[in-house]
C-alpha cells in the first residue's frame, strides 16, 4: 500500500468537479488489493481517523472532498476480475474507469447501459452515486444493474450482498457480515419519490439489502468489489441531433416521443415502435456555449434534441421513416438535422452530447468558480411548470446560464455562472428557489448527482429534521464514529 503525506501529491485528492473549495487530508492510502483496502480501513478506523473513498473525482457535489483525515484511493483496485458472456455478468474492482470497463464489455459484443456522461468517473463512483446518464431514459440507473457488493464496513468487517438475497422485513434490516457479526437498522419512513432519484439513502420497507449502499455517497463503507449484469449488444443504433426554432416545439417533440417508447415497451403488440434509448436536450444558451467548435449548429436554433434508438437490420428501415415523421411535426430545420447511421459518426454526436458539460466545468475551473448546477426532477406532467420557472427566475434576476440534460426522465442541469462571491451568493439564493419549487412539484432534490456536501441542505427540505436524524441514526449503526464521507449528506 502506498502512502503518502506530500502537499502536493495530496493537493490533487482535495476537490473533484464541483471545484468545492477547503478540503484538506493528513494523508493519501493507496492500496492496491481488496486486502489492503481492508487494512486501510482498519487502520484508520483504529486511529479514529476520517475516511474519504477517492474514486476519480469527477463527482459534482463535493462528496469525496475531504473534511480532514484519510483518503483512501481506488485508482491500483483497477482489474476487470471477470467478464462473462454467457451469464451476462462481470466483476470489476472500484477503481476500473467506466470507460475502460464500457471498452472490455463491447468488445465482447456486450452492453453495460449506466453512462454517465463522464466516462472517467470510477465503477465505484458511479456504484456509491448510483450514477445515471443519457440512456437511463430506457434503461435506468446504475442501481439497475448491480448484482452483488463486497463492502467493508468502517469496524473492518466484510459484506457480501447478492441481489435478492436479504430483504428488510418491514422497516427493519438486519445485515450479518462474512465472520458473522449482526447489525440491525432501523429504516426511516420516507417516501421516496416515484422518478429517477438519486438523493438520500433508498429507503423503502421490505426494501433489498444491496439497495441500500447503492448511491449511499461513501457514507457507510468502502466498496471493494462489484458485481454487474450485462446485456447484449443491439445489433445497431440510429441516433439524430434535431434543432428547434421554438420551445414549445421542444416540448411537444418530447411528449410525444417519451409517451411513444413507453408504449413501445409496455404493449407487446407493437411490432416496430419508436423506443428511445435516450433523449437530451441542450438550450440555445447551451448551444451557443460550444458554437465554435460546432458552427454548423443552424443560427435560428431555439434549442435542441439528441435521441437514439437501437435497431435491428430488419426494423432500422421503417424506425427511421417514424423518426423523420414525428421530426417532421414539429421542426421546420429537418434539413438542418444531424443524423447518424455509423458508429464514428455516432461517436461524434456523443461527443457534442459530451461537450456542453465539459466545457462547462473546465470554464468553471478556469475561472476558479463553484458549480451551482441543479439536478432536480420532477414527475413528467410537471416539467414544463419547473422549466419555466427556472428560465423567468434566470431572467428576472440577470443570471447567466445554459440549461441541458436528461429531458426524456424530465431532468435538466440548469447551470449558473458566477464570477464573483456576491454574484455566487445571490445565484444559490435562486437556486435555492428554485429547489423548492420543484419540490412543490413532487419532484427530488437530486435525480443523479447525489447531495455531497454542497446539497445537503437540500435534502433536509426534501424529508424534514426528523427523517434526516433517522438518516443519522442508520448510519450510526454501520459507522458510530462518524468516519466515512464526513461532511457528506449530514453536516
Ligand atoms: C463532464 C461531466 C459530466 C457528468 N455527467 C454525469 C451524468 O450524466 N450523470 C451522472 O450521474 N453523473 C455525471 N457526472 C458526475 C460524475 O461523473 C458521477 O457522479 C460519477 O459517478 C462519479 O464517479 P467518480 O469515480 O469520479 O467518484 P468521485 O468523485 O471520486 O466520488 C464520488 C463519491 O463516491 C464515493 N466513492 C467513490 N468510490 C467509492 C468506493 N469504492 N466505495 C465507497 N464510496 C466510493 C466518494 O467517497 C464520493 O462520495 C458528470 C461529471 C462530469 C465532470
Known sequence: MLTKTDQDTLQSYLSDASNMPGGSAERILIPESQAELRTAVQMCAHEGQAITIAGSGTGLTGARVPLGGTVISTERLNKIVSIDAERLRAVVEPGVSLLDFQTAVEEQGLLYPPDPTERAAAMGGTVACNSSGARTFKYGATREFIERLRIFLPDGEELNIRRGAVFAKGNTLTLTSTSGKEYTLPLPTIQMPAIKHAAGYFIKPDMDAIDLFIGSEGTLGAIAEIEVRLLPQPDRIIAGVIFFDALDNVMHFVNEARAASLKTRTQSNVEVGIDSRALEYFDRNALDFIRDEY????????AAVWFEQEVTDASEERLLELWYELIGKYTPFMDEAWFAITEKDQEELRAFRHAVPAKTYERIRELQQRKIGTDMAV???????????????????RLRYIIFGHIGNSHVHANIFASTPEEFDHAKSVYHRCVLKALELGGTVSAEHGVGKIKRDYLRDMYGAEAMSDFAALKRVLDPKGLFGRGTMFA
Open 295 to 302: 458552427p454548423n449548429i443552424p443560427p435560428a436554433t431555439a
Open 379 to 397: 414527475p413528467d406532467a410537471h416539467f414544463r411548470a419547473l422549466y419555466d420557472f427556472y428560465t423567468e427566475e434566470f431572467a428576472k434576476e
